[in-house]
């Protein structure tokens, strides 16, 4: 029935669309400066050359910080609303605060693709044409099982963004993989100001490692978080006895899983999630094509020592 | 850490050592000291409990140190947020992306500081805009040039480096659990004592605090003296920077914010209050340690991080409230000699 | 032409010739200024920070700071989705507590300002600090979540948390043009406005002419509290939900804006048409970028180097404003 309504939506914006012949898409992401999220802006941007090419354009709206997430996300929605948007794109990370945003842009006509956080439930209930993304709770489950299954049952995932529903899902994802498992886990909560503090992440561990000595596992939910615990396990004296699994990668991530400091990256695809998100929304508007396969998901990919070398090339040019 | 206090206490009176500010963020250091030891157990009082409160003590230590003679001075210095940024990710792009002697990369990492220090010290001393103002506007502009430049050449926010052994030994390494930035941490220390308490430069510095024109008719080059300032706070802040690359072998555009209130307070808990012309490097020491402690016991006392804050800020309360008296009493003791 | 001098004098000139280069510069960098014009979001963020920014600005002409307002606004969100939301009670009491924690927090900040010899900042990154502990700590040990949902009744959403025309653009920002209706009149219409000035100018010989500089500093550090908190609640009750967060980006926001709208950090100079401009140019500034060309990498560079131009652009306009009252003396 979604499924009906959705193309018939679909159908009409698109032969609105065509008339103008070029298609605005807006991207609300994270903040540009977010490691993970300049590869999803490159994604965007990779996929925007060809709507250029056809006198389209991409623009991409992050906040400048994530102290007010929610709202401050939900507000950039309606921006590309007002900013004349043919397409948009979004993360649902705060339902509540957002979700009344996304009603807007479909009320208002514009095809919609929500990505990243909030799944194909997120997508159907608000309407959207798909979910391009990894779902966040099977990321961290991934995790969990990864180390588990390797016999590393005691378990802390380390949450530097407390009160975001994907960082959220990262750990309750983690601590269920875990127990699925045989194992157990906790959450390691962060003053709300360590996000992107490697020195205060590092600390943190290495505290909790020592006042809790029978955790073997660890979960980061990003890639500076990753180095940030693997430093703090070092030392802690514990190299080698805790093993480490974390969100996305970069170079230094998989140095890492070469030299066996870290145990796995799960891989979401950032540049994917962009790359995806644009050309699907591009395509739509201009030929009103649609993809039936709902929910594309872009992870989660366990990286580990087994795959490491294959990631190295994509990384060097900084799409992966 | 008793060697370092008693550097500070040499050769004064116990009246005298009761009327120093400095009492005061001792105190505070061991009454948290002893309320974490109580909850944190025997991990927190041994070494790895020394080690890990210090390592952040040394980071965040660095660019207190600077910035408590920048509020002694009665100046500001916010842009120290985006200069650990800038500096990691400039020594990360010479020496790892473009492969330069690490020699080369750290200098140029600490030139990015002095550089914007510079900036920061011209545009206070040659305009009338308080430095408060001048540099949120610095930060700002940096933030967004290394965000850029990073993109622009690297096509990434983030740049790793592996440094060689000796840098990573001398840069980057821990001993015992120990970080060696603690050891230049305790280096500048003394540096800085012996700016500020020894040298001239202190009185001058003390002096401008306390009134600039008058430190100015008496012939203190005072434009001099608050650009060098500047360019000190722009150089620690670097250093962090260029430390913290060499520690995780990675440099981000990100991060750096937490520097900016952190130093500040624990220059304000260690009994510097930019109430014109009074501190100590003893006091900053003392301050940053109290800092620390409260920001890493949280952990092994297994309270709910947040509760960090809220110790805190009692302890700038209570610096704040304690500083009236100490400086009633200190001016009273000058009085009558 | 004298009139004309006369305006370029006032406290407001000179942010008014910010905002319009500003303009200027984003019209030569792609900006369709219909688009701009037509979109809610600058105008929300302007009132956002605008709100905060009113009390900010006469708490700054009477010589004072106050920081505490980057905890303030979570701290008003939490407490109305806490005490609304998730005790369920009724969102009177979500609003009122909202408010009381403002004025609370605004007392403890003017007391200590007044009662102590420690400068304002530093007084404020105290309770700043102590205030972000509180509610992230608070609403982990009351709440178990650091995101807290709420659900406000529709006149309540009418009032504080709406969307108005059909649109994008928010309910607080007829609160924003009210307000600084309300302290335009009450700056530079009352005996308050004045007092205020001149404690700004000189504390003591304010203090000597009779005026109650003490009762003034502290209805100033309340008034900046609770608008932050005021501005906190609508925000929940309008995004449905608060998180814990902790706001210092808010801290530089406003304080800038107020500096752009003209007010000295030293006290003494500003008004509260500067300061309404301030704010609806900072916001142009930070959101504007959007609607350019140039890439989003960029926007703190430039968001830092219009700053610096505003604020030495100020202190041209303002010297020439003191060199004036100068030689009429």
Same mark, same amino acid.
């Given at each position: ?320 | ?9 040499? &050769?004064?009176?116990? !009246?005298? =050592?009761?009327? @120093?500010?400095?009492?005061? $963020? /001792? %105190?505070?250091? #061991?009454? +948290? ?83 914007? &220090?510079?900036?920061? !010290?011209? =545009?206070?001393? @040659?305009?009338?805009?308080? $430095? /408060? %103002?001048?540099? #949120?506007? +610095? ?89 060098? =300032? ?108 | ?329």
């Amino acid at each position: 029935m979604t499924m009906m309504k959705t193309l018939m939506i679909a159908t009409t914006t698109a032969l609105m669309a065509t008339s103008a012949m070029a298609a605005d898409i807006f991207v609300v992401g994270g903040k540009p400066d977010d490691p993970f999220w300049s590869r999803v802006k490159m994604g965007a941007e990779d996929a925007g050359k060809v709507a250029e090419a056809q006198g389209g354009s991409v623009t991409w709206l992050g906040p400048q910080n994530y102290d007010n997430l929610g709202p401050d996300a939900a507000e950039l929605i309606r921006q590309a609303i007002d900013q004349g948007a043919d397409a948009i794109v979004g993360p649902n990370w705060v339902p509540e605060a957002m979700d009344s945003a996304f009603e807007a842009v479909v009320a208002a006509g514009i095809p919609l693709v929500i990505y990243n956080a909030g799944g194909i439930e997120a997508a159907d209930r608000l309407g959207a044409l798909n979910y391009v993304g990894a779902v966040d709770y099977k990321s961290g489950y991934a995790g969990g099982e990864y180390l588990a299954k390797a016999g590393h049952t005691n378990g802390a995932c380390v949450n530097t963004l407390p009160g975001a529903a994907n960082i959220e899902a990262f750990c309750s994802g983690f601590n269920d993989g875990l127990a699925e498992n045989g194992g157990t886990g906790s959450v390691l909560q962060l003053p709300a100001t360590a996000f992107g503090d490697s020195t205060a992440v590092a600390q943190a561990v290495r505290a909790h490692l020592l006042q809790n000595p029978d955790i073997t596992a660890m979960f980061a939910i990003g890639d500076q978080d990753s180095n940030a615990t693997i430093s703090g396990i070092q030392q802690a004296g514990k190299t080698g006895s805790v093993h480490v699994c974390g969100m996305n990668f970069n170079d230094s991530i998989l140095a890492n899983i070469k030299a066996g400091t870290q145990a796995c990256a799960i891989d979401q695809q950032g540049y994917q999630q962009g790359f995806f998100a644009v050309s699907i929304l591009n395509n739509h508007v201009m030929y009103g094509t649609t993809i039936p396969t709902r929910e594309i998901l872009t992870g989660p990919g366990v990286i580990d020592a087994s795959n490491v070398d294959l990631v190295i090339a994509g990384v060097e040019a900084g799409a992966r | 850490m008793s060697s370092q206090n008693g550097n500070g206490s040499k &050769g004064i009176s116990l !009246g005298a =050592l009761a009327r @120093r500010p400095e009492t005061g $963020s /001792l %105190i505070g250091f #061991i009454v +948290v000291y002893i309320f974490f030891a109580v909850l944190g157990g025997p991990v927190f009082l041994g070494l790895p409990g020394w080690s890990s409160w210090l390592n952040i003590a040394a980071e965040v230590g660095i660019i207190a140190l600077p910035v408590g003679l920048l509020m002694i001075a009665g100046e500001f210095d916010i842009s120290v947020g985006s200069i650990v940024p800038a500096a990691s990710m400039m020594t990360a792009m010479l020496g790892g992306h473009y492969d330069a002697p690490a020699i080369v990369a750290i200098l140029a990492g600490l030139g990015v500081g002095l550089t914007i &220090g510079l900036v920061n !010290g011209l =545009l206070v001393t @040659r305009t009338t805009i308080p $430095s /408060l %103002i001048v540099t #949120i506007g +610095v930060m700002f502009a940096v933030m967004g040039l290394t965000l850029g430049f990073a993109v622009l050449v690297k096509g990434s926010t983030s740049v790793s480096y592996v440094p060689d052994p000796l840098t990573k030994s001398l840069m980057g390494q821990f001993v015992k659990g120990f970080s060696v930035s603690i050891f230049w941490w305790l280096g500048l220390v003394a540096v800085f004592f012996y700016a500020l308490h020894v040298s001239p430069w202190g009185n001058w510095i003390f002096a401008i605090g306390g009134d600039k024109e008058s430190a100015r008719n008496a012939g203190i080059p005072t434009s001099q003296m608050t650009i060098a =300032l500047f360019m000190a706070s722009g150089f620690c802040a670097a250093l962090v920077g260029v430390l913290q690359v060499m520690t995780y072998q990675q440099a981000q555009v990100a991060g750096g914010q937490a520097f900016i209130f952190n130093s500040i307070m624990c220059v304000v808990i260690g009994g510097v209050l930019l109430t014109g012309g009074a501190g100590s490097i003893i006091g900053i020491l003392l301050g940053t340690m109290t800092f620390a402690v409260v920001n890493q016991g949280i952990f092994f006392a297994g309270l709910d991080p947040n509760i960090q804050f809220i110790i805190t800020g009692a302890l700038l309360l209570a610096a704040v409230l304690s500083n009236d008296r100490f400086r009633a009493m200190a001016t009273s003791a000058a009085a009558k000699k | 032409m004298e009139n004309f001098a006369v305006l370029l004098r006032r406290p407001a000139a000179a942010s008014i010739v910010s905002l319009i280069g500003v303009l200027v510069f984003y019209v030569f960098a792609g900006v369709e200024l219909d688009k701009l014009f037509g979109a809610a979001s600058w105008v929300n963020y302007a009132a956002r920070i605008g709100i905060v920014a009113l009390p900010v600005g006469l708490l700054m002409i009477s010589g004072e700071i106050d920081i505490s307002i980057g905890a303030m606004i979570p701290a008003g969100a939490m407490t109305t989705a806490i005490i609304s939301g998730h005790y369920d009670l009724p969102i009177v009491f979500g609003i009122l507590g909202a408010l009381a924690i403002g004025v609370l927090v605004g007392s403890i900040n003017g007391i200590l300002a007044v009662r102590t010899s420690v400068p304002p900042l530093i007084i404020t990154l105290a309770t700043l600090v102590a205030m972000q502990g509180v509610v992230l700590a608070g609403s982990r040990l009351l709440t178990g979540s650091a995101s807290v949902p709420l659900n406000a009744p529709d006149w309540a959403k009418t009032i504080f948390g709406n969307l108005m025309f059909g649109g994008s653009h928010q309910v607080i920002i007829v609160w924003w043009v009210i307000l600084a209706v309300i302290f335009w009149f009450f700056m530079h219409h009352t005996k308050y406005g004045n007092w205020i000035y001149a404690i700004g100018g000189d504390k003591e010989s304010a203090r000597n002419a009779g005026i109650p500089v003490n009762g003034m500093t502290i209805l100033l550090y309340i008034m900046t509290a609770t608008a932050a908190s005021f501005v906190g609640m609508c925000h929940s009750i309008l995004f449905n939900s608060a998180q814990v967060s902790g706001g210092m980006n808010d801290i530089f926001n406003i304080i800038v804006s107020v500096v752009v709208g003209g007010v000295l950090l030293t006290g003494g100079f500003g008004s509260v048409a500067g300061i309404f401009v301030g704010a609806l140019t900072f916001a142009i500034v930070n959101k504007g970028i959007d609607f350019t060309a140039i890439d989003r990498n960029w926007s703190n560079l430039i968001i830092g180097i219009m700053l610096l131009l505003a604020v030495g652009m100020n202190e041209k306009f303002r010297k020439l404003a003191l060199s004036h009252v100068s030689k009429k003396k």
